[in-house]
């Protein structure tokens, strides 16, 4: 693909995942003017509004496989590898700001939910190495931490993503109350 078909294709799915953030009806024309380019461009990649949200999806999908592999869940110190996972996890969020439920049932990713996978077994190296609480319920963690890091993709936008990550961490690992006197 020659460079500036590439920048225009970036330029299309990042400026759809956000417009789809904002308004999950939005047209492809709209998307087009807003990426500054035309839709016919659009139109030549994408046969529908539904194949630029499967690649909008897919594009979330290969950043979410980076981080996974920069976070080195499975090698690297558990403190280390949840703090650079959700330090990409929100970047990604930023990035990418699609609704992940919706995305999640897109046919053409089902195969690649083994991230998914991925994160579990990486909570439960956390839980037996004793970072994480083995008295909760099962998947609870899992449930928790994702709304957690999109909350601080958004309501935390003053902050870098490894200060977010900071915030989200301490808050997975200490919660949110003050600590008891003894």
Do not use: C
Request: proline share 4%.
């Amino acid at each position: 693909m020659r460079a500036d078909a590439t920048r225009n294709l970036e330029r299309v799915l990042s400026t759809g995942a956000r417009m789809l953030a904002d308004d999950p009806s939005v047209t492809v024309a709209a998307i087009a003017a807003a990426a500054g380019v035309d839709r016919r461009t659009v139109y030549r990649r994408f046969a529908s509004r539904e194949d630029l949200m499967a690649a909008v999806y897919a594009a979330r999908y290969d950043a979410v496989e980076e981080v996974i592999k920069a976070a080195r869940l499975h090698e690297a110190p558990v403190e280390v590898a949840l703090h650079l996972y959700v330090e990409g996890i929100i970047a990604v969020n930023r990035t990418w700001p699609v609704e992940t439920s919706r995305m999640l049932r897109e046919v053409t990713l089902r195969e690649r939910r083994r991230l998914i996978d991925d994160v579990d077994a990486f909570l439960q190296r956390a839980t037996d190495e004793g970072l994480l609480r083995s008295d909760l319920p099962p998947g609870w963690v899992a449930t928790v931490l994702p709304p957690l890091m999109e909350q601080a993709a958004e309501e935390l936008s003053e902050l870098s993503a490894a200060q977010a990550a900071d915030v989200v961490v301490d808050t997975l690992l200490r919660g949110v109350g003050v600590p008891r006197a003894r």
